[in-house]
Protein backbone atom coordinates (compact mmCIF):
# COMPACT_ATOMS: atom_id res chain seq x y z
CA UNK A 1 0.00 0.00 0.00
CA UNK A 2 1.19 3.62 -0.95
CA UNK A 3 0.73 6.50 0.70
CA UNK A 4 -1.78 8.12 -1.24
CA UNK A 5 -3.88 4.74 -0.62
CA UNK A 6 -3.37 5.29 3.07
CA UNK A 7 -4.15 8.81 2.54
CA UNK A 8 -7.50 7.85 0.90
CA UNK A 9 -8.66 5.45 3.41
CA UNK A 10 -7.82 7.65 6.15
CA UNK A 11 -9.55 10.49 4.36
CA UNK A 12 -12.78 8.75 3.83
CA UNK A 13 -12.38 7.02 7.92
CA UNK A 14 -12.78 10.51 8.87
CA UNK A 15 -15.66 11.19 6.66
CA UNK A 16 -17.61 8.46 7.83
CA UNK A 17 -16.58 9.24 11.68
CA UNK A 18 -17.66 13.00 11.51
CA UNK A 19 -20.99 11.90 9.59
CA UNK A 20 -21.92 9.31 12.50
CA UNK A 21 -21.07 12.04 15.23
CA UNK A 22 -23.07 14.73 13.52
CA UNK A 23 -25.75 12.31 13.48
CA UNK A 24 -25.66 11.38 16.86
CA UNK A 25 -25.66 15.19 17.51
CA UNK A 26 -28.40 16.05 15.58
CA UNK A 27 -30.48 13.01 17.39
CA UNK A 28 -29.52 14.54 21.36
CA UNK A 29 -30.68 18.12 19.78
CA UNK A 30 -34.03 16.37 18.16
CA UNK A 31 -34.46 14.78 21.94
CA UNK A 32 -33.48 17.74 24.04
CA UNK A 33 -35.37 19.53 22.24
CA UNK A 34 -38.67 17.68 22.46
CA UNK A 35 -38.05 17.04 26.41
CA UNK A 36 -38.15 20.61 26.55
CA UNK A 37 -41.04 20.82 24.40
CA UNK A 38 -42.96 19.08 26.84
CA UNK A 39 -41.69 20.53 29.93
CA UNK A 40 -43.31 24.14 28.20
CA UNK A 41 -46.07 22.10 27.48
CA UNK A 42 -46.64 20.62 30.89
CA UNK A 43 -46.06 24.08 32.31
CA UNK A 44 -48.39 25.59 30.13
CA UNK A 45 -50.97 22.80 31.23
CA UNK A 46 -50.50 23.58 35.08
CA UNK A 47 -51.04 27.17 34.80
CA UNK A 48 -54.62 27.02 32.89
CA UNK A 49 -55.80 24.77 35.51
CA UNK A 50 -54.05 26.99 38.06
CA UNK A 51 -55.28 30.68 36.70
CA UNK A 52 -58.70 31.83 35.73
CA UNK A 53 -58.82 33.24 32.19
CA UNK A 54 -58.84 36.68 33.59
CA UNK A 55 -55.83 36.15 35.36
CA UNK A 56 -54.14 34.03 32.45
CA UNK A 57 -54.29 37.06 29.95
CA UNK A 58 -52.64 39.60 32.63
CA UNK A 59 -49.85 36.88 32.54
CA UNK A 60 -49.52 36.56 29.30
CA UNK A 61 -49.73 40.09 28.86
CA UNK A 62 -46.76 40.89 31.18
CA UNK A 63 -44.85 37.59 29.96
CA UNK A 64 -44.66 39.60 26.52
CA UNK A 65 -43.84 43.04 27.71
CA UNK A 66 -40.94 41.21 30.13
CA UNK A 67 -40.69 38.20 30.25
CA UNK A 68 -38.16 37.42 33.00
CA UNK A 69 -40.99 38.85 34.87
CA UNK A 70 -43.93 36.30 33.63
CA UNK A 71 -41.47 33.93 33.87
CA UNK A 72 -40.65 34.41 37.80
CA UNK A 73 -44.23 34.70 38.23
CA UNK A 74 -45.13 31.93 36.78
CA UNK A 75 -42.26 29.72 38.63
CA UNK A 76 -43.41 31.06 42.01
CA UNK A 77 -47.53 29.99 41.15
CA UNK A 78 -46.35 26.49 40.19
CA UNK A 79 -44.22 26.59 43.41
CA UNK A 80 -47.46 27.64 45.52
CA UNK A 81 -49.51 25.25 44.16
CA UNK A 82 -47.28 22.08 44.71
CA UNK A 83 -46.84 23.54 48.06
CA UNK A 84 -50.83 23.58 48.33
CA UNK A 85 -50.79 27.28 48.71
CA UNK A 86 -54.08 27.77 46.74
CA UNK A 87 -56.14 24.88 47.89
CA UNK A 88 -58.62 23.78 44.93
CA UNK A 89 -59.91 26.90 43.96
CA UNK A 90 -58.33 28.84 40.95
CA UNK A 91 -56.02 32.03 41.14
CA UNK A 92 -57.87 35.20 40.22
CA UNK A 93 -56.90 38.24 38.52
CA UNK A 94 -56.96 40.04 41.86
CA UNK A 95 -54.77 37.76 43.51
CA UNK A 96 -52.46 37.74 40.72
CA UNK A 97 -52.31 41.49 41.22
CA UNK A 98 -51.40 41.00 44.25
CA UNK A 99 -48.95 38.47 43.41
CA UNK A 100 -47.24 41.25 41.09
CA UNK A 101 -46.94 44.07 43.48
CA UNK A 102 -44.97 41.49 46.17
CA UNK A 103 -42.71 40.72 43.21
CA UNK A 104 -42.42 44.32 42.08
CA UNK A 105 -41.76 45.14 45.27
CA UNK A 106 -38.78 42.67 45.85
CA UNK A 107 -37.38 43.15 42.60
CA UNK A 108 -37.79 47.00 42.69
CA UNK A 109 -34.62 49.06 42.48
CA UNK A 110 -33.55 52.40 44.22
CA UNK A 111 -31.13 55.01 43.07
CA UNK A 112 -29.54 57.17 45.56
CA UNK A 113 -27.40 60.18 45.13
CA UNK A 114 -25.07 61.23 47.62
CA UNK A 115 -24.01 65.09 47.39
CA UNK A 116 -20.27 65.72 48.38
CA UNK A 117 -20.08 69.39 49.43
CA UNK A 118 -17.53 69.74 51.28
CA UNK A 119 -15.43 68.44 48.31
CA UNK A 120 -17.10 71.60 45.96
CA UNK A 121 -15.35 73.69 48.24
CA UNK A 122 -12.23 72.69 48.21
CA UNK A 123 -12.24 73.67 44.46
CA UNK A 124 -9.05 75.73 43.30
CA UNK A 125 -10.94 77.59 40.45
CA UNK A 126 -10.87 80.95 42.18
CA UNK A 127 -7.38 80.85 42.44
Known amino acids: MGDSELDAIRAKRL ?3 QQQQSGRNANNQNAAEE ?3 QQEDMRNAMLSSLLTQEARARLNTIALTKPEKGRMVEDIL ?3 ARRGAFGNGKV ?3 QLIGLLEQV ?3 TEKTTKV ?3 RRRAALDSDSD
Do not use: G, H, T, Y
Request: charge should be negative.
Open 15 to 17: AEL
Open 35 to 37: QRQ
Open 78 to 80: IQN
Open 92 to 94: SED
Open 104 to 106: SKA
Open 114 to 116: NFD
